[in-house]
């Protein structure tokens, strides 16, 4: 399992650092990526990394203020994100793709499709 955590309550312009920690399984064969879910909005892959060669894609919402990172010692995946926008808010998931069956760019759209694994989410709230 993968079990979220860093979320809470920010004003615009603020940071947060989430992370996604494994158990169970380690990470260093799979993708991971961060899939945000707001009302109205839908869901939308934020972010991915590919564990084996740290290759990394982001959505053009997030590029410039997101960085994803990994930890292979700890078994997990950070995503620090700064710049924070009232738009931001949202439950953010982190799931885990086995295999590979896509480049990571192309991963990213499709990350609610390609899920094998997800954590049970956590809120991020950005106030004006």
């Known amino acids: 399992q993968v079990v979220e955590s860093g979320g809470g309550l920010v004003q615009a312009g603020g940071s947060l650092r989430l992370s996604c920690a494994a158990s169970g399984f380690t990470l260093k064969d799979y993708s991971i990526g961060w899939s945000r879910h707001a009302p109205g909005k839908g869901r939308e892959g934020v972010s991915i990394?590919?564990?084996?060669?740290?290759?990394?894609s982001y959505a053009d919402s997030v590029k410039g203020r997101f960085t994803i990172a990994k930890d292979n010692a700890k078994n997990a995946v950070y995503l620090q994100m700064n710049n924070l926008k009232p738009e931001d808010t949202g439950v953010y998931y982190c799931a885990v793709v086995y295999g590979d069956p896509e480049a990571v760019e192309a991963m990213l759209p499709e990350l609610d499709e390609l899920a094998d694994v997800w954590g049970q989410g956590t809120q991020v709230t950005v106030s004006n």
């Open positions: 990394i590919h564990f084996p060669d740290g290759l990394i």
